[in-house]
């Protein structure tokens, strides 16, 4: 097979996860692209790389296949909208999770300072005490677990990691998604011209913090990057802004929002899991984790670009290709995951699943992600016990380019 493909080729192989029915069930299509190479799909304009084999062989292969088009950049947008980006100032470098090597080592190691093991354990009674305090919060034996208590506990804990002030998290929420909004080319662009005139406000509240962290360093992630860690000097202002408001702000809040949803819903529709969970939820917990980041990758995938001509999984692709990799798919891959739609706590090779990415690019903020999911689920069930799916619950996912998640995970107890 070339990269050259026929209509009806296309058709098949068109993905969209904006609309139905690839929004409600991606795994529908995931299934049915495993079983043949990989192919073009029109509406995102890349191949799509959906089998755990060929996964690995891209993420494992950096200098055929390049980082620089992980995630788009908010300058490839229509003229429309980089003109508003200009009139505002708001710069644009490439992101850590774009850069290759050698260029890439030096912005991780920076950047990996903000996620250490002891920046894990300095944040966990944080952790606690916001887990603690949304539920206190509770009303009426009934929740929305992602508005009432995912959603404003991984905000929290993102803003201490960033250093943003707690009480600007609504506004920076807000500016959080018109970052998302820039990135996706599904958006209308009436939508992302709008959100485009708001970076300018952004640009300038990162800049008044990054001059504050220049004359008051503190234990931040921001400090971090203005001034150095790990060995290596500070990143330069404007590469400071877009760490921040993508890799760090953008893939810690949504991935692990969705990731702790994913974890409840599963240990809800389950009752043996839920029960071993309750029985012994220090070793449950970790094992549902895991199980539920294989089924649910919160994280839908990244973009590659071919370096140059290379046959993978029986297509041939030239030096140029787009490629976006579907990690929730490679996820369930029965070639590598038996029986990869069940919830087996006990799955020996669970650790092997790609939501975090591997190699080179995996996520520096998992161990933290990591953390923070079994705060959240540790504390839920262990002051609401009897915590249940709310009667007609039926999951309804958010309709996202980059990220798998609940609109609402609806409980009562």
Partial sequence: MTATTSSTEDA????????????????????????????LSPTLGAYLVTRYDDLVTVVDDPQTFSSEAALPFIYANPPEVTSVLEAGGVPETTMVVNEDEPEHRAFRRVFDAGFT?????????????????????????????????????????????????????????????????????????????AAAHRMAEYTRYLQALIDDRRARPREDLLSDLVHGANGFPGVPDEYTHNIVRGAARVAGFDTTRDAITATVLVILQHPDVRDRVLADPARAIPRATEEAL???????????????????????????????????????DETRFPDPDAVDLDRPNVREH??????????????????????????????LPNVRLADGFEPIYIASYFFRGLESLHVTW
């Fill in 117 to 193: 093991g002891a920046r894990v354990r300095a944040m966990l009674p944080t952790m606690r005490a916001r887990a603690d305090e949304l539920v206190d919060a509770f009303a009426g034996g009934a929740a929305d677990l992602v508005a009432d208590y995912a959603v404003p506990f991984v905000q929290t804990v993102i803003s201490a990691i960033i250093g943003f002030p707690a009480e600007d998290t609504a506004r920076i929420q807000a500016w959080t998604d018109d970052v998302t909004t820039l990135w996706n080319p599904l958006s209308p662009v009436d939508d992302r011209v």
């Fill in 354 to 383: 790609l939501a975090f990415g591997r190699g080179l690019h995996v996520c520096p903020g998992a161990p933290m992600a990591r953390a923070e999911i079994r705060v959240a689920l540790e504390t839920l069930f262990r002051r």
């Fill in 294 to 332: 294989r089924r649910d990758a919160p994280h839908r995938g990244l973009f590659r670009i071919t370096t140059r001509e290379v046959d993978l999984g029986g297509t041939h692709l030239p030096a140029g290709t787009p490629l976006l990799l579907l990690f929730g798919s490679g996820n369930r």
């Fill in 12 to 39: 098949a192989a068109d993905f969209n996860p904006m609309v139905s029915p690839h929004r409600e069930d991606p795994h529908l299509f995931y299934r049915t692209a495993r079983s043949r190479p990989p192919a």
